[in-house]
């Protein structure tokens, strides 16, 4: 899609120049050369924006972004009925208010201000066109990455390839507020709708296994292309390589699947997650001595408190994964301390 289209050819042709615009050519001018030697993601994105196109002549369309709370709207619910209907041909029957509002509204990750003034919490980054919504992206801003979680369009603006133009914006977002990562969420490679997350670079997909990030390249695009369960880490240990050229041109399976029960560390289904010692997840020792459990804000059948309010709490061990302090505590191991902060728990 052209980040320029929706103004209209007309505006794009348009050599007037207002009085109040010609101190700014020079400037202008300068900016065009220098982009000439380079493309800008974050100027591209926002170039065909409404707020920072210059007038007159007037665009032909009103194009809008903005950047909005998580909550229900009757609004961002047809776009929801829209796209479930026209786009994953769900029945009118499989879709919902109350399920829209459970799957992509308010979410548990409370929204706040960091101190550098940047958004943290769960937001939808909704796409208006002459004031009616085409599109959301629906987001987490994460301590270090944007964290993309479902994109949902109208049917008929699907020809402009909305879904790439809201990973790009994303992609920009994660740059214009100093994040380090963009997360693009699951990738599943023999699905055809997830595809699309490999034509961006570079792009890393996780090691089951081992929780190693490894490049989405053509040596892992054709390994994934035969095999149904792919562990670079535990495929490079065992010497087993590249699948043959004849072999990924045919597509024919090879044998190849997830480790069986007893060669898996963290087997053992009833255990802690502490005692997986599970790569990137604090230990026991590391919860308990940096962050205050007791404070994290639970909330059952609507009412909201303290985890440390729980009859039970003073009771239950961290490492017990079927008290709610063990519930937390292992939450609190994956996430880490900021996330931890922002979150209601719901029981």
């Given at each position: 899609m052209?980040?320029?289209?929706?103004?209209?050819?007309?505006?794009?042709?348009s050599?007037h120049?207002?009085?109040?615009?010609?101190?700014s050519?020079?400037?202008?001018?300068?900016?065009?050369?220098?982009?000439?030697?380079?493309?800008?993601?974050?100027?591209?994105?926002?170039?065909?924006?409404?707020r920072?196109?210059?007038?007159?002549?007037?665009?032909?369309?009103?194009?809008?972004?903005?950047?909005?709370?998580?909550?229900?709207?009757?609004?961002?619910?047809?776009?929801?009925?829209?796209?479930?209907?026209?786009?994953?041909?769900?029945?009118?029957?499989?879709?919902?208010?109350?399920?829209?509002?459970?799957?992509?509204?308010?979410?548990?990750?409370?929204?706040?201000?960091?101190?550098?003034?940047?958004?943290?919490?769960?937001?939808?980054q909704?796409?208006?066109?002459?004031?009616?919504?085409?599109?959301?992206?629906v987001?987490?801003?994460?301590?270090?990455?944007v964290?993309?979680?479902?994109?949902?369009?109208?049917?008929?603006?699907?020809?402009?390839?909305?879904?790439?133009?809201?990973?790009?914006?994303?992609?920009?977002?994660?740059?214009?507020?100093?994040?380090?990562?963009?997360?693009?969420?699951?990738?599943?490679?023999?699905?055809?709708?997830m595809?699309?997350?490999?034509?961006?670079?570079?792009?890393?997909?996780?090691?089951?296994?081992?929780?190693?990030?490894?490049?989405?390249?053509?040596?892992?695009?054709?390994?994934?292309?035969?095999?149904?369960?792919?562990?670079?880490?535990?495929?490079?240990?065992?010497?087993?390589?590249?699948?043959?050229?004849?072999?990924?041109?045919?597509?024919?399976?090879?044998?190849?699947?997830?480790?069986?029960?007893?060669?898996?560390?963290?087997?053992?289904?009833?255990?802690?997650?502490?005692?997986?010692?599970?790569?990137?997840?604090?230990?026991?020792?590391?919860?308990?001595?940096?962050?205050?459990?007791?404070?994290?804000?639970?909330?059952?059948?609507?009412?909201?408190?303290?985890?440390?309010?729980?009859?039970?709490?003073?009771?239950?061990?961290?490492?017990?994964?079927?008290?709610?302090?063990?519930?937390?505590?292992?939450?609190?191991?994956?996430?880490?301390p900021?996330v931890?902060?922002?979150?209601?728990?719901?029981?």
């Amino acid at each position: 899609m052209s980040a320029k289209l929706p103004n209209g050819i007309q505006y794009r042709k348009s050599k007037h120049v207002s009085p109040s615009r010609r101190q700014s050519i020079s400037a202008f001018k300068m900016e065009k050369a220098l982009r000439k030697n380079g493309f800008d993601l974050c100027h591209a994105v926002h170039e065909s924006e409404y707020r920072v196109l210059k007038t007159p002549p007037t665009p032909a369309h009103k194009f809008e972004v903005t950047l909005e709370p998580d909550t229900f709207t009757e609004e961002k619910f047809a776009l929801f009925n829209d796209y479930q209907r026209n786009v994953h041909k769900e029945p009118p029957s499989m879709i919902s208010r109350s399920g829209f509002k459970g799957f992509l509204c308010s979410s548990p990750l409370i929204r706040t201000t960091r101190e550098s003034g940047s958004p943290f919490g769960s937001y939808h980054q909704c796409y208006r066109v002459d004031g009616e919504l085409v599109a959301i992206g629906v987001i987490d801003l994460l301590p270090h990455s944007v964290s993309a979680v479902y994109f949902i369009y109208r049917d008929d603006v699907s020809k402009w390839n909305f879904g790439k133009l809201g990973a790009l914006r994303e992609a920009a977002l994660t740059i214009e507020e100093g994040l380090k990562y963009y997360y693009m969420g699951y990738y599943i490679h023999s699905c055809i709708k997830m595809r699309y997350k490999g034509d961006y670079s570079p792009q890393f997909v996780l090691d089951p296994e081992t929780y190693d990030w490894d490049a989405l390249d053509d040596d892992l695009r054709s390994r994934l292309d035969v095999r149904k369960y792919v562990s670079l880490s535990r495929e490079r240990r065992l010497g087993i390589g590249a699948p043959t050229e004849k072999r990924a041109q045919d597509n024919t399976p090879e044998t190849q699947s997830a480790p069986d029960a007893d060669e898996s560390e963290s087997s053992n289904t009833t255990s802690s997650l502490f005692s997986t010692s599970m790569p990137g997840v604090l230990t026991a020792s590391q919860v308990s001595t940096t962050m205050d459990l007791g404070k994290v804000r639970i909330r059952v059948r609507g009412v909201e408190a303290d985890a440390e309010d729980l009859v039970t709490w003073t009771r239950d061990a961290i490492d017990s994964p079927y008290s709610i302090k063990g519930i937390i505590a292992e939450l609190a191991a994956t996430v880490g301390p900021e996330v931890l902060r922002g979150i209601v728990v719901e029981f």
